[in-house]
């Protein structure tokens, strides 16, 4: 059976930081991804990594803000959320998907977590 499970979510001030992780049992992707939705908007994609390759990418929102890293062994992805803006308070969501070399299609995602709740405060 296929899972994913997210973790680390909270409330901190503007400023603070958070890691997020997504470990993920009886699956493994090629590519896994953290998506964050807030209500009334559409889910947006956030950063994603080839499980294989580690190659990256960050929306421009995150970028040199959060970074996303993976832990094969514990197949385990992450989000470290540094520098958080309460504009960054959103449900978060881990995904995943098969198809190699096509990380960057969000519509690919097809395996989902449960989401985590992160609150930042001003």
């Known amino acids: 059976q296929v899972q994913l499970v997210e973790s680390g979510g909270g409330s901190v001030q503007a400023g603070g930081s958070l890691r997020l992780s997504c470990a993920a049992y009886?699956?493994?992707?090629?590519?896994m991804g953290w998506f964050r939705q807030t209500p009334g908007k559409e889910r947006e994609g956030v950063a994603w990594i080839s499980t294989g390759g580690g190659i990256t990418y960050y929306a421009d929102s995150v970028k040199g803000r959060f970074t996303i890293s993976r832990d094969s062994a514990k197949n385990t992805v992450y989000l470290q959320m540094n520098s958080l803006k309460p504009e960054d308070a959103a449900m978060y969501y881990c995904?995943?998907?098969?198809?190699?070399?096509?990380?960057?299609?969000?519509?690919?995602?097809?395996?989902w977590g449960q989401g985590t709740q992160v609150t930042v405060s001003s």
């Open positions: 009886g699956y493994t992707a090629n590519c």
């Open positions: 995904a995943g998907h098969y198809a190699p070399h096509r990380c960057g299609d969000w519509s690919r995602y097809n395996y």
